[in-house]
């Protein structure tokens, strides 16, 4: 699945995360995920397969890949109204992923961040993801409707990631911790 969209390191996409961090980007959903980190991060960075389990992605298609970056063409929405957009994407490969999109009629700016971390001390199969978003939309029956849901709607994308790498990995991780008893 590593395959499937760009991968690589430069000093281009290291300023890429410098310039994300300094435009203010408010978490919107951070918590442990019982895979691997490699595993997440090739959920998320195989976009050609959003439109299978993304909520409300219709279509996914990557235009282009080049090293560390890449565009994609997102479809989202319900039938009979669909919108297109389209989003460019830098790889940190096994660090971030990083879209931001300019183009559509739907947003005036859409730019998301994740993130993956080393998980529980001594779980290699566990990390932590991050996520960030910042966006706006050029309607204002869309912001409305974004700011009575928006909590619910990352919760289920978050949560989209994570059934995703269950169905392709098999159940997640159990964690055992193992409580240390005192010699007496």
Known sequence: MAGSICAGRSAAAAAALRELLETGLRPRGGKGARYS????????????SYRLFVPWCTGSHVLS????????????????LVERYISEISLV?????RAVSKDGRLFQHLETLWQFGPGLAGHPDTC???????????????????????????????????HRAEKLYGPPAV???????PCT
């Open 37 to 48: 980190i490699e595993q997440m991060y090739d959920v998320v960075a195989d976009i050609a």
């Open 128 to 162: 932590t993801l991050s996520f960030y978003v910042s966006f706006e939309f050029k309607s204002i029956l869309h912001s409305q409707l974004a700011n009575l849901f928006f909590d619910e709607v990352v919760k289920q994308m978050v949560s989209a990631f994570e």
């Open 65 to 80: 890949c080049r090293n560390e970056f890449s565009r994609a063409e997102l479809e989202v929405g319900f039938p009979p």
């Open 175 to 181: 964690v055992r911790r193992h409580k240390t008893v």
């Open 93 to 97: 490969p096994r660090r971030q992923i």
